[in-house]
């Protein structure tokens, strides 16, 4: 309850810091909501020309970029430090943390939250009521859940991606850029079941990195093209990789030797 109470505090701390400079803040919102809205015109002229996409309808596709653009986004957001980790080491403020009498990952969650993302949170929450409103799914208490843990489901995902990123650093110095093909790149092909792209990118991203367990698989049975009622727990499953990812972190630190910053 303490470290609930000390993030809040860390929250509005950052939320008081940007207001300070309250026109950049909200040129930044805005320039975050109109990325996300070029990748959403990107989709609407597709499914203007071709109608429907492997089954799923224009309506399905937005309730499906929608999922993955808000577990992308409230990932970002809150796991945001993890992106810069290496930052965070070179200037020797990770020795600093060290010395704080709280968990380290979480000082390290707790230095930057940028809450410039929201500005995609937006365009995301307008596609899912827009998918939610206009799709023919029978929409049920059971569905309702699903798509909610469709999303923490992806948000642990991502976080998770973000945590090997950083663990990465530990042993490197340095961030590795092809970790943003499982990061930008996952959120941009996020755009679409990721069943569309074909068997062996299924088997990636259902056995290698689960994005499969919180968008394809939980998205068939909310559709209603899967009976499969196992496929509406696959996002709990997802949440799991987690655990490798903070084994790595422990693993990391256990060989950190400081950078002599």
């Known amino acids: 309850m303490n470290s609930v109470r000390l993030y809040v505090s860390f929250f509005f701390m950052h939320l008081k810091s940007m207001m300070q400079?309250?026109?950049?803040?909200?040129?930044t919102l805005i320039g975050q909501f109109l990325i996300s809205f070029n990748v959403f015109l990107g989709v609407y002229f597709m499914m203007t020309r071709f109608h429907q996409v492997k089954g799923f309808s224009y309506s399905e596709v937005l309730l499906c970029f929608s999922i993955t653009l808000m577990a992308f986004t409230l990932a970002e957001t809150v796991f945001r430090s993890l992106d810069t980790f290496e930052t965070i080491i070179g200037n020797g403020e990770f020795d600093r943390i060290l010395l704080r009498p709280k968990n380290s990952l979480f000082l390290v969650l707790c230095s930057k939250v940028d809450l410039t993302r929201f500005g995609r949170l937006i365009q995301a929450v307008v596609m899912l009521v827009y998918g939610i409103c206009y799709s023919s799914?029978?929409?049920?208490?059971?569905?309702?859940?699903?798509?909610?843990?469709?999303?923490?489901?992806?948000?642990?995902?991502?976080?998770?991606?973000?945590l090997i990123f950083a663990c990465l650093c530990f042993f490197t110095l340095e961030g590795l850029e092809f970790m943003n093909?499982?990061?930008?790149?996952?959120?941009?092909?996020?755009?679409?079941?990721i069943g569309i792209y074909g068997k062996t990118v299924l088997l990636i991203c259902t056995y290698l990195v689960p994005f499969a367990l919180f968008?394809?698989?939980?998205?068939?049975?909310?559709?209603?093209?899967?009976?499969?009622?196992?496929y509406s727990l696959l996002p709990l499953f997802s949440a799991l990789f987690l655990i490798p990812a903070f084994l790595l972190w422990k693993f990391g630190l256990r060989h950190y030797q400081s950078t002599g910053s």
């Not at 093909?181 to 079941?193: N, S």
């Not at 968008?215 to 196992?230: A, E, H, I, M, R």
Request: glycine share 10%; charged share 15%; hydrophobic share 45%.
């Open 137 to 162: 799914i029978n929409w049920t208490p059971l569905r309702c859940i699903l798509v909610v843990l469709m999303i923490l489901g992806g948000v642990c995902v991502f976080g998770a991606i973000y």
């Open 181 to 193: 093909v499982f990061t930008d790149g996952a959120r941009e092909y996020g755009k679409y079941p």
């Open 21 to 27: 400079h309250k026109v950049s803040f909200f040129m």
């Open 215 to 230: 968008q394809y698989y939980p998205f068939l049975y909310l559709t209603g093209k899967s009976d499969n009622p196992w």
